[in-house]
């Protein structure tokens, strides 16, 4: 039987792709990067025709394909126009395109929906395509992952949705590092970078005033402060770092990360280095704990030594020094 409602926009976004990749591909644009998707990661159960689709019943709609990832057949297929894969062929894209959004929840939150994808399950992303890939040819296999848009609101200046200041900070750390832990993503981008203005069509003192976006670096118009004003998750972003315990129970291992984001704008990028220093609770001095680290060509540095050697809480920070360069992490405390 036929869903009783049909979902429709992916029917329309499979006729709106075909038409821009046609155009690209005559125009000379044929070898340009082009991105499918740009799915959000939420949704709501099917009840009507504005309900919001949850992005992996959004996905196997698109590529015409059943819960178990086979091809739709018969008049399922028919009135979701599925025989545009047989005139037109696979979908030749760069990547795939996702928006792994918490709101107002933790990085390591997942929602209980498995049609569901956030930052915490987001192998389940290329996981799903290289399974439609496998069972119809549709796309190919192994297609790189981009989160095109991440990031998370903050109070102030929005009291409804927002999230504290050194929250925003650690979860776009967290959030990235998530990101470099799973091999198929290939770019992170924050969102936004300076708060957007409120919506003053609303009075202040109600929820649609901040229903714009606040997730930025900066803070915006309207917030009681300068915008261009820089939140904590400003350096935060130029310079991530993270820590956690990693390894087996019996031997437990402390892994530091952190990434020179914008390494490849230096004039001297072969010259720096990064430190990681840790400076035990209570008291006020920092000590070199690692050896100068070079970081890779992408800017990530990566290490693991033995966790019982940190038997007392303290903080840890990443100290990034070149000819042209000095730059501080945020402090991060262990255990936290």
Not at 3 to 12: E, F, T, W
Not at 49 to 76: D, H, Y
Request: proline share 10%; net charge positive.
């Amino acid at each position: 039987q036929l869903h009783a409602v049909l979902p429709y926009s992916p029917i329309l976004y499979r006729e709106l792709w075909y038409a821009a990749r046609g155009a690209l591909n005559r125009t000379g644009h044929k070898s340009d990067t082009v991105l499918a998707g740009e799915t959000a990661p939420l949704g709501s159960p099917p009840q009507n025709g504005r309900t919001p689709m949850r992005p992996a019943q959004f996905i196997r709609e698109f590529f015409c394909v059943n819960g178990k990832l086979k091809p739709l057949t018969g008049v399922q297929a028919s009135v979701r126009g599925c025989a545009l894969f047989k005139t037109r062929g696979p979908i030749v894209a760069s990547g795939w395109a996702h928006h792994p959004y918490t709101k107002a929840e933790p990085p390591t939150w997942r929602d209980k929906s498995p049609d569901s994808i956030v930052i915490a399950n987001i192998s389940a992303l290329p996981k799903l395509l290289d399974g439609i890939a496998r069972s119809t040819g549709r796309v190919s296999r192994g297609l790189p992952i981009w989160i095109t848009e991440m990031g998370y609101e903050t109070n102030p200046p929005d009291p409804y949705r927002g999230v504290s200041l050194a929250n925003q900070a650690a979860w776009n750390n967290e959030t990235d590092f998530m990101s470099y832990v799973q091999p198929r993503v290939k770019a992170v981008t924050q969102f936004l970078f300076e708060d957007a203005g409120p919506n003053t069509a609303y009075k202040k003192t109600v929820r649609g005033y901040w229903g714009t976006y606040q997730s930025g670096l900066e803070f915006g118009a309207g917030s009681g402060v300068p915008p261009g004003t820089r939140k904590p998750a400003y350096n935060a972003y130029a310079m991530p770092m993270w820590i956690r315990s990693t390894g087996p129970a019996a031997a437990p291992q402390l892994e530091l990360w952190t990434w020179t984001r914008f390494r490849a704008l230096h004039i001297t990028p072969a010259t720096d280095r990064v430190v990681f220093q840790f400076e035990p609770k209570g008291k006020t001095t920092w000590t070199n704990e690692t050896n100068a680290l070079t970081p890779n060509p992408d800017g990530f540095v990566d290490v693991k030594f033995p966790e019982n050697a940190y038997g007392v809480p303290g903080t840890w920070r990443a100290v990034w020094v070149g000819t042209s360069s000095f730059f501080l992490s945020r402090e991060v405390p262990f255990p936290s």
